[in-house]
């Protein structure tokens, strides 16, 4: 647990009665790709809500860099480094690719205030947008409005606006959520560009994405984990390919 | 951004401040034996307008609709009043900052209320501390109770014994009115494009989103509270300094309604629209006035009208003017096209389903 860069103790968020996320120990070390699996409903949205402070645990405990973050407003979560983006597309849709990630990387430089006391920090606002941007392949986007944007493009804006936060750790829900075969090829490889600088917790529902990415992998059936291991581990595992792998491509087939 | 403006806006802004500074020149001309009367109609639009922009930065701006704005106006009425000497002239140099700290104290202290609650509860608090104060101000003895309090005297703006501008004098007072309602204009054009506006203009777009990119969003929010509270408190002391009292009208939950119809009526977020809001609807409420004793009823109708065809209100008018593209070639076309057609035409931009909703201005 102490190697950790996030761990979870008996971590549980119920919704009236129903228990989204029941009681899940989750550790993640620090500069790997961590992937969540799990079918429609088994609480992986509710447990990165739980993470950045989106919600808040109805018991259990949350601990980042050996410190307990439970509780705290999704504000300071992210202050912390912990950035995220959301399963839904979430951006400022009349801002320009820019303007969003100015606006991301502006909270985490001190702010509205020390960019207005101080030209340097305004400008390194503005370069930290624009190496995000060009992270992310979205360069030639800069002035475009957000909301002109392929819906495939809009989604890498999601992932350049938590890089110009500059956050340690990612959480990523569905990255790759409704893209065209060939946008996820590119989005998978910008992600694996990303391992070694960043951790990254990764919730995604791509298979051939996740097994290329992940070191390690968590699977969460009905708000509970399943099984947790690498990547070689998880593949191989009968219990896991009974309840969820075998659904799958059940419902590939 | 979404306040990038076409040109025609500070064309047409500049125009209208040109027209109002040479009204000398034509009021008499123009209007007659009423033009002093007019004259002072001109300075309560503009206070009504510079009120209507205070309140602009929290309903347009943030989406934060308050139903208690005119708290902060009739505070500072009832603050210059009871802060005024009885028989002598005060001095605008430290009454002006007492209005403001006083208006920005109260703005802190409600704002830090309110705006822990959201939606239809906000409306609603801020509605509550509205009529709290205007209980309290109709019934106690020291604040002169449902008749309010006289000022007799409209402070002085001197350096020693040197009268800088004579605010008895309607003229100066307006071209005065004129000023400060000007530099409030110009200093929220620059807030809402200043780092700190796109904050706010992205906590109206997405409070959670800002919250999880870092944004600790009541901070921002309650320091534009506080920054509305004093504008709105400028205005209730031009308007107290006009009038010649402070009045328990001048916080109820009415005007609070019609400062709100004003910012609709000009336009949400434009800035420049409430205050033409603020003119259109003094200038409705005067003419309707004289032409029947039912004249909220032909308010209220035309006000529906105007909504109902000017979803974006009269900004929507400048910033995206109708376009008379006529079915066919001229005159003969549109006859052969028939009235359906016309009004397609005049309104087409306007009605709501042909909109696209992100536009935005560049
Ligand atoms: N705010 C909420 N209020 C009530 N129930 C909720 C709320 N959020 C999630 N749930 C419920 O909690 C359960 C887990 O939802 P969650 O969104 O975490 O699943 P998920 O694993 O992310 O699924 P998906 O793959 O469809 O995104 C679901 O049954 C969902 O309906
Ligand atoms: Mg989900």
Known sequence: MNSALLSTRGLTCRFGGLTAVDRVDFDVRPGQVHAILGPNGAGKSTLINLLSGELRPSEGEIHYRQRPIHGLPAHRVARLGIGRSHQKTNIFPRLSCLENCRLAARIHLGGVIASWRSRATARQVDERAEQALATCQLSHRAATPANAMSYGEQRQLQIAMVLATAPTLMLLDEPLAGMGREETARVTELLGALRGDYTLVLIEHDMDSVFALAERITVMVDGRVLETGTTDTIRGSSKVRDVYLGRHQQEEA | ?362
């Open chain 2, 1 to 362: 951004m979404l306040h990038r403006y076409p040109k025609r806006v500070p064309i047409m802004m500049l125009t209208l401040t040109a027209i109002l500074v040479l009204y000398p020149l034509w009021g008499a001309a123009l209007i007659g034996d009423g033009s002093e009367f007019f004259l002072e109609k001109l300075t309560l639009m503009l206070i009504l307008g510079l009120f209507a922009m205070s309140l602009d930065l929290l309903v347009g701006v943030i989406g934060l609709v308050s139903l208690g704005h005119a708290l902060f106006f009739g505070l500072a009425g009832y603050t210059l009043a009871m802060a005024s000497p009885s028989y002598s002239a005060a001095s605008l140099w430290w009454m002006m900052p007492l209005v403001m700290l006083v208006s920005a104290l109260s703005a802190l202290v409600i704002g830090a209320l309110v705006l822990r609650t959201r939606g239809i509860f906000f409306i609603m608090t801020t509605l509550a501390f509205g009529q709290m104060l205007y209980y309290l101000v109709s019934d106690a003895s020291f604040t002169g109770g449902s008749d309010g309090l006289f000022i007799m005297f409209k402070p002085t703006l001197a350096i020693g014994d040197l009268t800088l501008i004579d605010l008895e004098n309607p003229l100066h007072f307006f071209y005065f009115v004129m000023g400060v309602t000007l530099l409030a204009y110009l200093f929220l054009h620059w807030l809402i494009r200043s780092y700190f506006g796109q904050v706010l203009d992205g906590i109206h777009d997405n409070e959670h989103r800002m919250q999880a990119l870092g944004y600790a969003t009541y901070g921002y929010k309650l320091a534009a509270f506080v920054i509305s509270g004093v504008l709105a408190g400028v205005a209730g002391m031009l308007a107290a300094m006009q009038y010649g009292f402070a009045n328990p009208a001048q916080l109820g939950w009415h005007l609070s309604g019609e400062v709100l119809m004003m910012v609709i009526l000009g336009g949400m977020g434009t800035l420049f629209g409430p205050l033409l809001g603020a003119f259109a609807y003094e200038l409705l409420h005067y003419a309707f006035e004289h032409l029947t004793v039912y004249w909220q009823l032909l308010m209220g109708l035309t006000i529906i009208l105007i909504v109902l065809v000017l979803p974006k209100g009269l900004a929507g008018l400048i910033l995206d003017p109708p376009r008379f593209r006529l079915p066919g070639a001229g005159m003969k076309g549109l006859f052969r096209s028939g009235p359906a057609a016309l009004f397609k035409a005049r309104l087409g931009p306007a009605l709501p389903h042909e909109h696209d909703e992100g536009r935005h201005y560049e």
